[in-house]
């Protein structure tokens, strides 16, 4: 019997659906994101690209951008990137190392 909390199709699935999650809620920005939870948008497709590599498959982090965003990171950017506020950018300079 397998390991439901190691099964690489949960594990998939579940990645899917925090993908789904994401883009729902375009309106959270990856400076939110950063200062709250320490990773973003941008983190989780690096990851997707060190890990794709690790495992023997060559994956740009452009692609792995397309592939989180569910399109092109300039699109996105252009249609829902906001400016980070001063109150942003002041959390996200002030928090802890190791984060992002």
Same mark, same amino acid.
């Given at each position: 019997?397998?390991?439901?909390? =190691?099964?690489?199709? &949960?594990?998939?699935?579940?990645?899917?659906?925090?993908?789904? =999650?994401?883009?729902?809620?375009?309106? &959270?920005? @990856?400076?939110?994101?950063? @200062?709250? $939870?320490?990773?973003?948008?941008?983190?989780? $497709?690096?990851? !997707?690209?060190?890990?794709?590599?690790?495992?023997? =498959?060559?994956?740009?982090?452009?692609?792995?951008?397309?592939?989180? !965003?569910?399109?092109? !990171? $300039?699109?996105?950017?252009?249609? !829902?990137?906001?400016?980070?506020?001063?109150?942003?950018?002041?959390?996200? $300079? @002030?928090?802890?190392?190791?984060?992002?």
């Amino acid at each position: 019997m397998s390991d439901p909390l =190691h099964d690489p199709a &949960v594990e998939a699935a579940v990645f899917r659906r925090l993908l789904a =999650h994401l883009d729902g809620r375009k309106d &959270v920005q @990856n400076i939110d994101l950063m @200062n709250l $939870a320490g990773f973003c948008r941008n983190c989780l $497709a690096k990851w !997707y690209a060190e890990e794709a590599g690790r495992q023997g =498959h060559e994956v740009s982090v452009e692609d792995a951008k397309t592939r989180v !965003y569910g399109m092109p !990171y $300039a699109e996105w950017k252009a249609n !829902y990137q906001r400016e980070a506020s001063p109150e942003q950018q002041a959390a996200f $300079a @002030n928090r802890g190392p190791g984060q992002g």
